[in-house]
């Protein structure tokens, strides 16, 4: 029977683990120094490893060659464990068990001593969903358990842990995995399983991801299923509805170099496609991002495929500091206004076209001067503009100096003084 990739490759030892290295070496060193304490929670997002730490975690402590980093994985213990019929690793569900009736029942069995095991271990999964009452029948226990007893709590959502429960724990906080972890760890499993796939895709399925590697596994196995036994860049795209990032980076050039034209023909390729313009936006948000680390931090960049950072790199010198920040801010504040618009497209749109009205001017501009009213009467009649011809071309990323002066207003003449008459000479 098939078994999916994220059972199949479940890591059963601290060297199998990807990423959190924090977390292992703790653990490592704990079990090998024999500091063991009875309660651990594992805390982080979705598929990033808290369930798993917790089963080898129990494994070490009992492997048949005794409590060790390093189980044996050919004793019974560690085989019945891996199988997940070890009968001293109680696992439950909180989510399902929430009344303070089951917790009673569960403490109930905790003074016994363990039927195959060197420690009865309770991993508990979503600890968060207990009940305030199954919070308060567990502390006593979960404070001075039996020697025999460890605890081992996972949870999504720390924040809803009374904190009477988690300073009775030790607790670690597993990190979200970054995308070039994720299509390493990738790249090998394909490879064991001979699938051929290629690299652009298995980068585009890792950062579809969001750090969760058992959603880029689940996505692999999908990806396998749409592309008839091989993984290519186009089938993922297709499957996952993404956008193409060569439109996002033609939109962006295009709107900095005033192109209306073909600023129209990808609004109407947007139309056509019938797009989620949210997601366009989302999309255009994160590559201004990109573009701005890029400038000024560059060791901080994301790491794309190769094509990808390519294109950016171009990018990246053909848009001044300022510009992207001022797309940027006018980006955001368009992706908050989406949900007021009469509907998604029209605002995605006033975006766009925000973003073609509010340009920098080019280094061959100046600003022109709004006439000025005073006393009625129109002191500037027109507007003038002017090509600064004498200025030596200036690269698009340096930043363009706008000096505003103010309209010259020419006072009206003071009247002469009336000359003293003369005095008339006497007779």
């Known amino acids: 029977m098939y078994q999916v990739l994220a059972r199949k490759y479940r890591p059963r030892n601290f060297n199998e683990l990807v990423g959190q290295n924090h977390v292992s070496r703790a653990l490592s060193s704990a079990l ?14 979705r598929g990033v490893g808290k369930t798993t730490i917790a089963r080898i ?19 019974a213990t560690c085989k019945a464990v891996n199988e997940g019929r070890f009968i001293d690793l109680i696992e439950i569900d909180a989510a399902s068990r929430t009344k303070v009736e089951d917790t009673r029942e569960l403490l109930d069995n905790v003074p016994y001593a363990p039927t195959q095991g060197r420690f009865k271990v309770y991993l508990i999964d979503e600890v968060h969903m ?37 300073s009775r724990c030790l607790q670690f906080t597993l990190r ?3 995308v070039d972890e994720i299509t390493k760890h990738l790249g090998a499993i394909l490879e064991k399983e001979q699938i051929n796939a290629d690299q652009d895709a298995i980068w585009q399925i890792a950062e579809s991801a969001q750090g969760s590697l058992r959603d880029a596994l689940s996505l692999t196995d ?16 297709e499957m996952l509805g993404l ?41 255009l948000i994160s590559t201004l991002h990109e573009l701005a680390i890029l400038q000024y931090l560059p060791d901080l960049s994301l790491k794309y495929s190769d094509e990808i950072n390519r294109k950016i790199m171009q990018l ?37 076209l925000r973003l073609l009205a509010f340009r920098p001017l080019a280094p061959n501009e100046i600003l022109v001067a709004e006439p000025v009213q005073q006393n009625g009467q129109a002191v500037v009649n027109h507007q003038v503009q002017q090509q600064v011809q004498d200025i030596a071309p200036v690269s698009a990323v340096q930043p363009v100096e706008v000096i505003s002066q103010p309209a010259m ?12 008459p003369e005095p008339e000479p006497e007779p």
């Not at 090998?32 to 997002?45: C, D, M, P, Q, S």
């Not at 510009?323 to 801010?329: F, M, T």
């Not at 207003?409 to 003293?420: A, G, L, M, Y």
């Open 316 to 352: 990246s010198k053909l848009i001044s500091a300022q510009d992207l920040q001022l797309y940027y801010q006018i980006a955001c504040k368009g992706r908050s206004d989406l949900q007021l618009a009469v509907t998604q497209e029209q605002g995605f749109e006033m975006c766009v």
């Open 409 to 420: 207003v020419e006072p009206e003449p003071e009247p002469e003084p009336e000359p003293e």
């Open 32 to 45: 090998e120094r024999g500091r063991l304490h009875h309660a651990y929670l594992f805390t982080g997002t």
């Open 243 to 283: 956008i193409d990032r060569t439109i996002i980076y033609d939109l962006i050039l295009a709107i900095h170099q005033n192109q209306r034209e073909k600023v129209s023909q990808l609004l109407l390729q947007f139309r056509h496609q019938a797009l989620d313009v949210s997601l366009v936006l989302d999309q």
């Open 176 to 178: 979200p995995l970054a």
């Open 57 to 75: 975690l129990a494994k070490c402590l009992n492997c048949e060659t005794g409590v060790t980093s390093t189980p044996c994985e050919v004793c």
């Open 130 to 166: 207990l009940s305030t009452h199954s919070f308060n029948a567990l502390l006593k226990t979960l404070e001075e358990p039996p020697e025999h007893v460890k605890f081992l709590f996972a949870t999504t959502d720390p924040q809803k842990l009374p904190i009477t429960v988690i």
């Open 222 to 237: 999908q990806a396998i299923a749409y592309g008839q036994g091989s993984v290519h860049h186009q089938d993922v795209k």
